[in-house]
């Protein structure tokens, strides 16, 4: 009997790692898990599995095991480990980077609004990746030449990040990102009032049907992966309001298309029909109001306000916060005022 193997690609964070499972043959002799990963799973080597493992990444009947553990029939085994990288030249480019913290395992940034996190196609040079290698040398890669990523931002996303400075720490980081243990929340402006002060948004998110360049929400979960946001109101504009919100998985676009799914679609967001008057009166000076808004924020309100993990090294909680961007700060000045001076 074969060994079931399921391999899944995940969306955000997750998407920079593969998951491995295996169901072990009831034929199977005794053998150490490091040899017998490493026969199974292509283009590894057994110094990342025995990292993998020594960083609790690796898994047999739901438990952490040592790379010295001898795998026994049917045992189930869960491994996670960031894919192979991809040859592609990275061009060292000196672009600052706003740090927020960091020591020997860790750099924690705040990342600006457009930048590209890792070249890609039509990327290929000005992005944090290029900067990254600029600025630090011998970052462990992963991810088709990504180094230090264990999660990512979209490139007109701003805030806070955290990227991996040694082989230890991008797979202590990831598999707290996989296992849903690290803590996320953003703020956005969104178009819109709510009636209820908080709540949760569930459905799959997967690539549209009609356009694989935006993502969907499938209610259904007949296609796409589990997503779920969890929302607040921080304040009411009337026709937008400022909220906060914690993830508690990490799909590609999945606040701007959860949002957009029960009607509220981000501020500006151009991607997803957020960049036209969805609320708000048909006056000229309204229509001025809102441009005036776009100009000074030409993009998606969206901002990763903070971010807690467990140090790879200590063991500790760490949290990290910043404060808004300039741009959504300028907005939410300019409906403070227009909310105080409304006469309808």
Known sequence: ???DIEEDQFDEEQELFEHHKFIVD?????????KFLMDRIPNTSRSKIQTAASSGNILVNTKTVKSNYKVKPLDEISIVLPYPPRVLELIPENIPINI???D???LVLNKDANMVVHPGYGNYTGTLVNALVYHFDNLPDNSNNRPGLVHRLDKNTTGIMVIAKTEHAMAHLSNQFFERTTERRYNAIVWGDFEEDEGTVTGNVGRSLKNRKVMSVFPEGDYGKHAV?????L?????????ECKLETGRTHQIRIHMKHIGHNLFNDNEYGGDSI???TSFAKYKQFINNCFDILPRQALHAKSLGFTHPTSGKWMQFDSELPEDMQMVLKK??????????
Request: no cysteine; hydrophobic share 35%.
């Open 1 to 3: 009997m074969q060994e």
């Open 278 to 280: 969805l609320k708000g």
């Open 104 to 106: 020997d395992d860790v």
């Open 26 to 34: 009831k034929g199977q002799e005794f053998v150490r898990i490091d």
């Open 100 to 102: 927020v913290y960091e």
């Open 229 to 233: 946001t969890h929302y607040k109101v």
């Open 235 to 243: 304040k009411r504009f009337g026709y937008v309001t400022l909220i």
């Open 335 to 344: 409906w403070d005022t227009y909310v105080a001076n409304r006469e309808d």
